[in-house]
C-alpha cells in the first residue's frame, strides 16, 4: 500500500504541492507518505539501521554533521524566519537519505511491489507528460507564481524541464538495466516513449548528461555497435524535433549560457567570502543579489549547479564530503554508478540532485537494485 500510494502522489509533481510563506516553504504528499513510512520502519527497527551503517555509509553521517554544524555556525547573520524555512529544508534532506537507510535495512522489503509501483509511476508520468506537452503547451499564466513559461517544451507535473528530463532519463536507465522486471514489448515501449518524453524536453543538459552516460555504459560493456546505433537514433530524433517559434526550443539559444555563467560568478563570488564553512543550508536566497523577479522565480534560492549550491551552503569541506556521498551512492549495486554519473554530469548544468522528486526518485531506484543490502555489509 505504502509503495503505490508513495508513486502515485510522486506522479502528481508541483500538482500535489502545499505552499506557505509566499512558497519559500513547500511540502509534497509523497513527502507525508516517506515520514508516515519511516516512522513506521524507526518503530520496527528502532536505531538498528543507523548504528549497523556507521562504519559503512560513514560519509553519510560525515556530510550531514559537517551540514548542521555550519547550519549552526551560521545562525547569526539570518533572521528567525530564514533559520527557520533552512533548517526545514535541511530536515527534508535528511528525511530522504535516512527514509533510504530504513528502507534498504528492512529485510521484508517487498521488491516485486516496490517495481510495479515504478512501473505505474513511469506509465503515469509519460502519460502526464505527453498529455501536457498537446493540452498544455506552456506555463505563461503561472508566471506570476515564479513559473518560467517553457513554451512548446515538456516540463510534465514537474512545472521544469531540466528535472522533468532528469526523472525522464532515470526511468529509461532503470528500464534499459531492469530487464527481467516487465515482458520485453512493454519494457521497449516505456523506453522509445521515455526517450520521446526527453527529447521534447528540448533540455541540452539532459542530451549530453544522458549520451555520455550510455557511452561509459557501452564502451565499458563493449556494446561498441549498439552505442553506435543509440548515437544515430538520438541524433536524427534531435534532428527531427518540432520547432515552433519559440527562443525555448532553439537548441542554439544562449541566453541560457550567459544566465548560467552570471549566475556561476555569483555563486563564487559568494563562496570567497565564506570559502571553509559556507553561509549555511538554503541560505541561499538571503544572500543572492535577486531583482525582484528572480526573488518570485523558484530559481532564486539556488543555483544552476547543484555543486555549487553545496559548495556555498556548506564551503569546500562539505563539497568534498558530498562527493564521498556520491561515490559511495554509486557503489550500492552494479549499476548504480551509472545513475549518479548521469545525475552529476547533468547537476553541472542545472540543480538536479538536489531536486526533491529526482533525488527521491535516486534513492527509491536504488534501493531497489539487486545489491541493495551492499550498504550494510562490513
Not at 552505442?227 to 534532428?239: E, N
Request: charged letters at 15%; a positive charge; glycine letters at 6%.
Amino acid at each position: 500500500m505504502f509503495s503505490y500510494l508513495l508513486f502515485f502522489f510522486l506522479s502528481l509533481g508541483q500538482i500535489g504541492r502545499i505552499s506557505f510563506s509566499n512558497q519559500e516553504i513547500n511540502i509534497y504528499l509523497y513527502e507525508v507518505i516517506v515520514g508516515a513510512w519511516f516512522l513506521f520502519l524507526f518503530f520496527k527497527h528502532k536505531f538498528s539501521p543507523i548504528e549497523k551503517s556507521l562504519k559503512t555509509v560513514f560519509h553519510l553521517y560525515l556530510f550531514f554533521g559537517w551540514l548542521y554544524a555550519t547550519f549552526v555556525l551560521s545562525l547569526w547573520r539570518f533572521t528567525i524566519q530564514q533559520n527557520a524555512i533552512a533548517l526545514l529544508y535541511l530536515g527534508r534532506l535528511s528525511l530522504y537519505f535516512l527514509f533510504f537507510l530504513y528502507l534498504n535495512f528492512d529485510k521484508k522489503f517487498k521488491k516485486n511491489l516496490f517495481k510495479r509501483g515504478l512501473l505505474l509511476y513511469s506509465i503515469f508520468t509519460i502519460i502526464f507528460s505527453i498529455a501536457q506537452y498537446f493540452l498544455y503547451p506552456n506555463l505563461r499564466n503561472l508566471q506570476y507564481l515564479g513559473w518560467d513559461p517553457h513554451q512548446y517544451r515538456i516540463f510534465g507535473t514537474l512545472f521544469d524541464t531540466s528535472a522533468q528530463a532528469a526523472i525522464v532519463g532515470l526511468l529509461i536507465l532503470f528500464f534499459l538495466f531492469e530487464r527481467k522486471i516487465i515482458p520485453n514489448m512493454t519494457r521497449y515501449a516505456l523506453l522509445l516513449s521515455s526517450v520521446v518524453t526527453g527529447l521534447l524536453t528540448y533540455s541540452r543538459g539532459f542530451y549530453i548528461s544522458f549520451l555520455s552516460t550510455l557511452a561509459v555504459f557501452f564502451v565499458k560493456t563493449k556494446q561498441f555497435f549498439l552505442l553506435g546505433g543509440i548515437l544515430v537514433i538520438f541524433a536524427m530524433g534531435v534532428f527531427a524535433l518540432p520547432k515552433p517559434f519559440g527562443e525555448g526550443v532553439n537548441l542554439q539559444r544562449t541566453f541560457s549560457l550567459e544566465s548560467r555563467l552570471r549566475d556561476n560568478r555569483e555563486a563564487v563570488d559568494i563562496f570567497n567570502k565564506s570559502p571553509l564553512f559556507g553561509i549555511g543550508y538554503n541560505h541561499i536566497r538571503a544572500v543572492k543579489s535577486n531583482d525582484q523577479q528572480s526573488l518570485e522565480s523558484h530559481a532564486g534560492a539556488s543555483f544552476h549547479s547543484s555543486f555549487l549550491i553545496i559548495l556555498v551552503t556548506s564551503g569546500a569541506v562539505g563539497l568534498v564530503l558530498f562527493l564521498m556521498l556520491l561515490w559511495r551512492l554509486a557503489m550500492t549495486g552494479k549499476t548504480g554508478k551509472y545513475y549518479i554519473l548521469f545525475l552529476s554530469l547533468f547537476s553541472l548544468f542545472d540543480n538536479i540532485l538536489l531536486y526533491p522528486t529526482v533525488l527521491l526518485l535516486l534513492l527509491l531506484i536504488l534501493s531497489n537494485s539487486s545489491e541493495r543490502k551492499i550498504i550494510f555489509r562490513t
